[in-house]
């Protein structure tokens, strides 16, 4: 209790410093009890608002394997964990953010420990109370997703030093931890309004979290297997119920009406699907959202100063540092629903393009969406990636941006000649032809795009996702096929894309991967699905080549490994558990997970 009454004086003059031009008048809040300070909702806003900020919530930030990383390497974004990106590298998680996540934890059992103690309306109490058990929900299925059973704290504990993992308390099997995050949200979701302030949860918030968590522990029990007793890993039999517990959260949103799809420019599939992302206060599909605008949270993030293409980049550097895979663009279909494999043809039987763009006429509009490709214009600025040209059948390289090819000398110069044409691109030389376009500020100059600027929120839970998980569920349950082909069909309709006539589970799944690219869930997915081993297996990313044909007066492309191999093991389906964890005199966690 000490600790907590030292945090709420903290709480308490911070509120009173902000809502007061004086203090001189205020009662000294070194003898504020916690009634008085529970009693007032602003007192209680503000610490929601901790709460809320350390929600571990994997957005632009969660960089490196960590949350609220500056992302300087380029090569650490969730989406470089798989297809989705060039620059491939492996799953990393930091071992201090299990110390992270078990202190926001003992902030929310203090939390909810207090308020019952506090002489205030039972139903404002309960809906607290509520809005705490969310959060803590939130927690925890990072936790269980990273590590698989960890120890449950439901009371606050005693810390050690900055440690927070509580003292003496052994691993919690799995499916123990994802019964807490259901428990944690079934009430969230019965004793929440239906409406919220901005960034903050609601019923259907609860909702839409329990969709996602109870599909992924349903899938570990279908698909994974258990090992050390069930600290990882869940029981067969119990995969129905979590999916059951996914379909019917994912159906109580859909059913009740209060979301739609985001079709404010229903004429331009591309610029819908884009501007998604950008125009989030009011967005009838935004159920939860991050904000990230400085005078209303404090914070910002360095999206656009790393992935802005090379043409374009900002005045300080970087750019370049989150670019599609070939892999990643041809899981977009064509607008008639055929596979989306590029018409490229093969070194020595090309096939020939009169504009760099004319390759990808009539993909899948969220393709347009969400990348940036050469020949595409991003901010006023057309955007190319270029290798050389081709003269004579011989192949010329660049070097460098922004170089031209002498025709008469038939060589690579700096600048234009007489006669020449340009050999390589603005922002990119070699094999990177793609650029993200999902989250970028469209709007802001590109000078003022340095580190920390980025005011663009993160759209964490929304419509479109509760609609894949439905259907999921769905499939998975054995349910009518029509319940699955009709959620994915409407998904498709909003983007122009033909409807699927018949469902299965590769068509779900390939769904996910296109209409969720780059909002940080496929590496999840494929670790549920537990097929990391078998699509990563020496997998190395692939780019283009693009040439000008000289004598043709045309452009043609070539496939071209783009970046290092990687390859999953069966132990990469959960993280280790800490080693200054276990190491703990007293500690009860074991050696860890298997395989490590």
């Known amino acids: 209790m000490n600790r ?10 911070a509120v009173l410093s902000a809502c007061s031009d004086s203090l001189l008048d205020k009662k000294p809040v070194d003898l504020l009890t916690a009634e008085q300070v529970y009693s007032s909702p602003e007192a209680v806003e503000a610490y929601f608002a901790t709460l809320y900020k350390d929600l571990p919530v994997e957005d632009f930030s969660y960089c490196n394997g960590r949350f609220g990383e500056f992302p300087g390497n380029g090569d650490g974004y969730t989406a470089n964990w798989t297809w989705e990106a060039t620059s491939s590298t492996n799953a ?25 103690t506090v002489n205030i309306a039972e139903a404002t109490k309960k809906a607290y109370v509520a809005e705490a058990r969310f959060v803590r929900a939130y927690y925890y299925q990072e936790l269980v997703k990273y590590w698989g059973g960890v120890p449950i704290l439901l009371e606050p504990q005693t810390v050690d030093g900055s440690n927070t993992q509580a003292l003496n308390l052994p691993r919690s099997k799995e499916a123990e931890v994802w019964d807490l995050v259901k428990s944690d949200l079934d009430f969230a ?5 239906a409406t919220s302030v901005y960034g903050r949860a609601n019923k259907y918030v609860a909702l839409a979290l329990l969709s996602r968590t109870m599909l992924h522990a349903g899938s570990i029990a279908k698909f994974g297997t258990v090992q050390l007793d069930g600290l990882v890993g869940i029981d067969a039999s119990k995969a129905n119920a979590y999916l059951q517990a996914a379909y019917d959260a994912s159906k109580t949103i859909i059913a009740d009406g209060k979301y739609s799809l985001f079709n404010k420019y229903p004429t331009d599939k591309a610029q819908n699907f884009q501007l998604l992302f950008y125009e989030l206060q009011g967005n009838p599909e935004a159920i939860f959202c991050k904000g990230w605008d400085y005078e209303s949270t404090r914070r910002t993030h360095s999206q656009d100063l ?17 670019t599609p895979s070939l892999e990643m663009v041809e899981r977009f279909d064509y607008v008639d629903g055929t596979p989306g494999t590029l018409n490229i043809g093969t070194p020595g039987a090309y096939v020939h393009y009169k504009n760099p763009q004319d390759v990808f006429k009539n993909k899948d509009p969220r393709f347009f969406g969400s990348v940036i490709s050469t020949g595409s214009s991003f901010k006023g600025v057309e955007i190319t990636g270029q290798r050389g040209v081709i003269a004579n059948g011989v192949k010329y390289n660049g070097t460098a941006l922004n170089q031209y090819f002498d025709i008469d000398k038939k060589q690579i110069v700096a600048n234009p000649t007489a006669n020449s044409v340009r050999a390589t691109g603005n922002s990119n030389n070699g094999a990177v032809t793609f650029w993200l376009k999902k989250w970028l500020d469209p ?28 259907a999921e569920a769905s499939f998975e ?4 096929a029509s319940e699955a082909l009709d959620a994915i069909n409407q998904l498709r309709t909003r983007a122009g894309v033909a409807k699927h006539t018949t469902i299965d589970r590769d068509k779900i799944r390939r769904e996910r991967t296109v209409e969720l690219a780059f909002e940080n869930r496929t590496f999840w997915d494929l670790r549920r699905w537990r097929t990391l081993t078998t699509e990563f297996s020496g997998w190395i990313p692939s780019g283009l080549y693009i040439y000008y044909d000289v004598d043709a007066k045309d452009y043609v492309f070539e496939r071209t490994p783009n970046g290092g191999g990687k390859t999953y093991q069966e132990r990469d389906y959960y993280f280790q558990i800490p080693g200054s ?16």
């Open 4 to 13: 907590f009454k030292t945090y709420i004086s903290l709480l308490a003059l």
């Open 92 to 116: 990393q998680n930091n071992d201090e953010n299990w110390g992270k996540l078990y202190r926001a934890i003992r902030n929310v059992n203090t939390f909810i420990k207090e308020i019952a």
């Open 189 to 193: 979701a019965a004793n929440l309004p």
């Open 306 to 322: 790393m992935a802005l293409p090379e043409a374009i980049r900002s005045p300080i550097g970087y750019a370049n540092r989150l």
């Open 443 to 470: 709007l802001r100059p590109a000078n003022l795009c340095v580190d920390w600027t980025s005011e663009t929120d993160w759209l964490d839970m929304r419509l479109g996702e509760v609609l894949l998980n439905y």
């Open 477 to 480: 349950l054995g349910k009518p």
């Open 581 to 596: 964890e276990r190491s703990k005199a007293g500690s009860l966690l074991g050696s860890g997970n298997p395989g490590y």
